[in-house]
């Protein structure tokens, strides 16, 4: 069935250091891509999105492309903030008009 | 800009009481979604409403139920809380329900069921 994979956390890393969070996906067709961050007490608010394959997303220097190929949509930064702690949910809408989410990935960054 | 709200933030129920959680829109969308989001399982869609007037069972619908009042408003009900139900519910919204469309949260409700 639909699923979304997306590397367990908490993963922690310090100031400036890169950012990887892998995600696949299993769907039928070729769905949008997401990804969702949520703040600590907050609700979720899109990171970025990607409609087809090949695109790059990007949004507050995170990154992520739609590999057709591989199902996956991986979130890149190339140095991370404090800023950046939260937890990043990776996504894709389903046929109900929903999101399909992941676990989620908790990131900690250490100055 | 108040996007999509909810209340209360915060709720302690007794099993077997009843409440509402409420959700407003202001952006004229179209689409309304109720998901529980628990600890380590991500969120799941509990109900959702593809247009005013209309409703659908999600993923996880049983022991709830759902109003959507108008184009704004999209109330879900726990009839009898069950300590299964604690958790914390987001409401969405879209534009409309395709895959494709963004969807908005609102601040979420964190409910405990003693």
């Known amino acids: 069935g639909n699923s979304v994979t997306q590397m367990e956390g908490p993963v922690t890393l310090s100031e400036e250091a890169f950012l990887t969070i892998n995600c696949t996906y299993t769907?039928?067709?070729?769905?949008?891509l997401f990804w969702y961050v949520q703040y600590p007490g907050e609700g979720l608010q899109l990171l970025l999105k990607?409609?087809?394959?090949?695109d790059k997303g990007s949004n507050k220097g995170f990154e992520a492309t739609y590999r057709k190929e591989t199902t996956s949509f991986h979130l890149e930064k190339g140095s991370v903030q404090v800023s950046d702690s939260a937890v990043y949910f990776c996504?894709?809408?389903?046929?109900?008009?929903?999101?399909?989410f992941g676990k989620g990935t908790k990131l900690s960054v250490k100055p | 800009n108040a996007g999509v709200t909810q209340t209360p933030k915060f709720q302690v129920l007794k099993t077997g009481q009843s409440m509402t959680l409420q959700c407003a829109q202001d952006?004229?969308?179209?689409?309304m979604y109720w998901y529980r989001q628990d600890p380590g399982m991500g969120l799941r869609l509990i109900y959702y409403?593809?247009?005013?007037?209309?409703?659908d069972k999600g993923e996880v619908p049983n022991g709830y139920n759902v109003s959507r009042l108008n184009k704004r408003e999209f109330s879900l009900r726990l009839e009898s809380a069950a300590p299964s139900q604690t958790s914390v519910y987001f409401c969405?919204?879209?534009?409309?329900?395709?895959?494709?469309?963004?969807?908005?949260f609102g601040a979420g409700t964190r409910l405990s069921v003693l």
């Open positions: 952006m004229n969308h179209n689409s």
């Open positions: 769907a039928t067709g070729y769905p949008s």
């Open positions: 996504a894709f809408g389903g046929s109900q008009g929903n999101l399909i």
């Open positions: 990607a409609t087809k394959a090949d």
């Open positions: 409403s593809a247009s005013e007037g209309t409703t």
């Open positions: 969405a919204s879209s534009l409309v329900g395709e895959a494709k469309n963004i969807q908005y």
